[in-house]
């Protein structure tokens, strides 16, 4: 019910995020208030997904994601109403943008943590998370499609609306949905204590650190792409709406194979150079899409890109997911979506405004190069990532196949890294 329910709905928001930076482009003509528009929908994750996280841990999740996609349902409906009725203006897309990322920073770390619940076998986690994944990438690829001909035949509105309508799918779904809750814990501290605590217990185990460190510099740096796309559409390849909604389904379909990649493995091992190698593919992506002048060579790139985030998203996901300890989840997941899209405004003002003085194509060039450095790092980081990831694996017996791993590596006199 979850997955049907997901990828309706997902369908909606993709079409929607399309939408919304076609109909900003179309008001101003400006890179920068493509990316005023889009810091606007992102900042609120930056401030207030970790107070997400504390609820994930506290409250009961299933009806914590009732709330949430109801109120994006108005959020849909709002802008719908003013784009079908010629009132639309930029400051409006902005407030709306607001409300929405403000919606998600609740939504998020609530989503994902509740994935774990919905899993009865833990052994099956990666498999779940991958399964989620390309969910989400199905719906990237036929959103935005379908957007950009409805965009060119019948306007941004009818998107919002379809967007609107869309939510029902995901609502009813969880309404009918029946699981076992985690068991919420009394806690006498405050949010902002627990969210000291948790902080404190992410970034002081290297594992968790590391992975959420990585995420931050590719979404500062390597997420504005999406942002930017409408100018590559418009300016450089010569196209309209159609021709975004290709690139950004290409995208899809790059995640959408990544994702399949991920759903067929059966363990853990190895996900640590799996995600420095997809950092480094997602930067190559980046700057050879910025490069190209021909439609077919920038959707090969940008469905490079699209493999490489889905592999550096999910796999990070699942390390995370199956090496935190069960009353931090909410709180780590929370940090993870910060890190991945809490700190992209910052990336999409400063894309914005460097596009609007360099151009775009440079400042996406610029913005490859640091993924491909933040994937070397990480790489560096690798070796003693593993040896402390290893015990935990073994004590929390999250995955068997783990533990079998490291005792085959050790009698074959492999290196001790080789665990993670």
């Not at 005023?36 to 930056?46: D, E, H, L, Y």
Request: net charge positive.
């Amino acid at each position: 019910m979850f997955f049907y329910g997901q990828s309706l709905s997902l369908i909606g928001t993709w079409m929607q995020r399309l939408a919304v930076g076609w109909l900003v482009y179309r008001l101003t003509n400006s890179a920068l208030w493509l990316g005023v528009v889009s810091f606007a929908g992102q900042i609120p994750c930056f401030f207030l997904t970790a107070f997400g996280g504390v609820a994930a841990d506290r409250y009961n999740k299933q009806r914590l994601l009732i709330m949430t996609q109801s109120l994006a349902m108005v959020q849909a409906l709002i802008l719908a109403l003013l784009v079908l009725t010629n009132k639309e203006a930029v400051w409006h897309l902005i407030i709306l943008n607001i409300f929405l990322g403000t919606i998600y920073a609740f939504d998020m770390p609530t989503r994902q943590a509740f994935v774990v619940e919905m899993v009865d076998k833990r052994e099956d986690l990666g498999n779940a998370i991958a399964l989620n994944s390309s969910m989400v990438n199905v719906a990237r690829l036929l959103g935005p499609s379908v957007a950009g001909l409805l965009v060119a035949t019948a306007g941004e509105g009818v998107c919002f609306l379809v967007n609107a309508a869309s939510y029902f799918a995901v609502i009813v779904s969880l309404f009918l949905m029946r699981v076992n809750p985690a068991k919420a814990r009394l806690e006498k501290a405050t949010a902002w204590q627990q969210i000291k605590g948790g902080l404190r217990y992410a970034f002081g185990f290297a594992p968790i650190k590391y992975i959420i460190l990585l995420l931050a510099v590719v979404s500062i740096t390597g997420m504005p792409y999406v942002v930017l796309m409408p100018i590559f559409a418009r300016d450089i390849l010569h196209g309209g709406p159609s021709t975004l909604g290709f690139l950004m389904g290409a995208s899809g379909v790059g995640a959408l194979v990544g994702a399949g990649y991920l759903a067929r493995r059966k363990t853990v091992l190895g996900l640590g150079k799996v995600i420095a190698l997809a950092a480094c593919l997602f930067g190559v992506g980046i700057i050879g899409f910025s490069l190209s002048t021909l439609m077919w060579i920038s959707i090969l790139f940008v469905l490079l890109t699209g493999l490489g985030m889905m592999i550096l998203m999910a796999s990070a996901n699942t390390i995370l997911q199956t090496i935190v300890e069960d009353d931090m989840r909410g709180r780590v997941m929370s940090f993870y979506v910060t890190a991945f899209l809490g700190v992209a405004p910052f990336g999409s003002l400063l894309a914005g405004t460097l596009a609007h003085r360099i151009g775009a194509t440079h400042t996406l060039l610029i913005g490859g190069v640091c993924c491909i450095l933040g994937s070397v790092l990480f790489a560096i980081k690798l070796p003693s990532i593993r040896r402390i990831a290893r015990p935990v694996y073994v004590k929390k017996g999250i995955i068997p196949q783990v533990a079998t791993g490291i005792q085959t590596a050790a009698e074959l006199s492999m290196p001790p890294e080789d665990g993670l």
